[in-house]
């Protein structure tokens, strides 16, 4: 009896499609990119001798026999991820899945982690990073997510875990160059980093930041643009222009003298990073109550 099956990502790319809707959402969930995701369930769809979706205005809709296919592969996958979770839990290794964005598992998270590690060597932490939020909100495995908010969510969701503060940071090497900055129309002059507005994940940017001085200066457009908050300080670092540095993610940098802080030019929102424990997550885990306390207090170890 025959035990062919379709290639295992066009079924990933069919199951992450079906429940979002959408080839680009897929995508993003999946990492990889929509016209990959379309080819994989084209050629699903050519195996199987028949269509699975209708296409619709900005997505797709599945039709009879993508239901029927659905279906099969929803509760398979589903099974499979709980028969994953258990036997890991019997080898005695538990994981937790942090998911976060690039900048805070960078510069916050990974170099605190190693203290976790050493009080509880039976746990495994996996670190889960994406460009945007989005890509983590149909994620079965994320135990904890760490993210961003401009406005504090609502009690009772989420754990805070540091505010934001804002100001530009530069290197030694470039204010050494362009001499100490000492108005707001200075620093508007300078060539400017930032963060593409479709990945700035409503951090602040340069005009913002010069609106809540109360200045009326405009920022000079950026030399340079970065889909990654990581790439920006690392061109930073380099001397090629000044950034914008959130406090707590950077000021390890700014303590070793690697960036200096323009904290004259600071700002302080009501945004910040909050920890959010999933629901599907096992609440009464030993590892994860005590990772949820540790990062809880992190910011002052």
Not at 152 to 181: M, N, R
Not at 238 to 244: D, E, I, N, T
Request: proline content about 4%; some cysteine.
């Amino acid at each position: 009896m025959s035990r062919s099956l379709p290639p295992l990502n066009a079924l990933l790319a069919f199951e992450a499609a079906a429940h979002s809707g959408s080839f680009t959402a897929a995508a993003k969930q999946l990492g990889s990119t929509q016209s990959a995701i379309s080819q994989q369930i084209r050629g699903l769809e050519e195996a199987l001798g028949k269509p699975l979706f209708t296409r619709i205005y900005r997505g797709v809709v599945l039709n009879e026999s993508g239901e029927a296919l659905y279906g099969a592969v929803s509760s398979g996958f589903d099974q499979i991820r709980e028969t994953v979770k258990k036997l890991q839990q019997v080898s005695g290794k538990r994981r937790i899945n942090v998911a976060t964005d690039f900048a805070c598992a960078a510069y916050w998270l990974v170099p605190r982690l190693s203290s976790y590690r050493e009080q509880h060597p039976d746990t495994e932490v996996r670190i889960i990073t994406a460009h945007s939020y989005t890509a983590f909100e149909d994620a079965d495995d994320v135990d904890l997510l760490i993210r961003y908010c401009s406005v504090p969510p609502k009690l009772g969701t989420a754990i805070p875990l540091f505010h934001e503060e804002v100001y530009p940071i530069c290197s030694p090497y470039f204010l050494k160059e362009y001499g100490d900055v000492k108005s707001h129309k200075g620093l508007a002059q300078l060539p400017l980093l930032a963060l593409r507005q479709d990945h700035a994940a409503g951090w602040m940017d340069w005009l913002r930041l010069f609106e809540q001085r109360g200045s009326q200066v405009l920022p000079s457009k950026p030399i340079m643009e970065f889909d990654n908050y990581t790439l920006l300080v690392q061109s930073a670092i380099a001397g090629q222009g000044v950034g914008l540095g959130w406090g707590t993610l950077i000021d390890d940098l700014v303590e070793r003298g690697v960036l200096v802080a323009l904290s004259d030019f600071s700002v302080n929102t009501q945004g910040g990073y909050y920890l959010f424990v999933s629901d599907k997550s096992h609440h009464e885990m030993e590892g994860l109550r005590a990772l949820v306390n540790w990062l809880s207090v992190g910011v002052n170890q």
